[in-house]
């Protein structure tokens, strides 16, 4: 069983930046690769992943204005969002994406304009 916890969100303004930081209590390498999601109605959607090999993925509306990365030595993966948008508001998780499946437990980020 891994655990994962997200931090870093809160309230920033239109334009704003944050990390997010998802700390997992197991060796992130084990797992082929590392996404964020995010939920802000009913649907939960991909926003950025990064493989083992640190190959990268971003839902398109996030491109150019969010990475991902990951802290292998620190079992850490992080997401620096920029230029953040009042429709970037939502619940970021967490999770492996593996055959072994595991989710943190989300962080709020709102957006104001």
Same mark, same amino acid.
């Given at each position: 069983?891994?655990?994962?916890?997200?931090?870093?969100?809160?309230?920033?303004?239109?334009?704003?930046?944050?990390?997010?930081?998802?700390?997992?209590?197991?060796?992130?390498?084990?797992?082929?690769?590392?996404?964020?999601?995010? !939920? /802000?109605?009913? !649907?939960?959607?991909?926003?950025?992943?990064?493989?083992?090999?640190?190959?990268?993925?971003?839902?398109?509306?996030?491109?150019?204005?969010?990475?991902?990365s990951?802290?292998? /030595?620190?079992?850490?993966?992080?997401?620096?969002?920029?230029?953040?948008?009042?429709?970037?508001?939502?619940?970021?998780?967490?999770?492996?994406?593996?055959?072994?499946?595991y989710?943190? !437990?989300?962080?709020?980020?709102?957006?104001?304009?």
């Open positions: 069983q891994v655990q994962l916890v997200e931090s870093g969100g809160g309230l920033v303004q239109a334009g704003g930046s944050l990390r997010l930081s998802c700390a997992a209590s197991g060796s992130i390498s084990s797992f082929n690769a590392m996404g964020w999601y995010r !939920q /802000a109605g009913k !649907q939960r959607e991909f926003v950025a992943s990064i493989t083992r090999s640190g190959s990268t993925n971003y839902l398109n509306s996030v491109k150019g204005r969010f990475t991902i990951r802290d292998n /030595a620190k079992n850490t993966v992080y997401l620096q969002m920029n230029s953040l948008k009042p429709e970037d508001t939502a619940v970021y998780y967490c999770r492996t994406l593996d055959i072994r499946i989710w943190g !437990q989300g962080t709020q980020v709102t957006v104001s304009s």
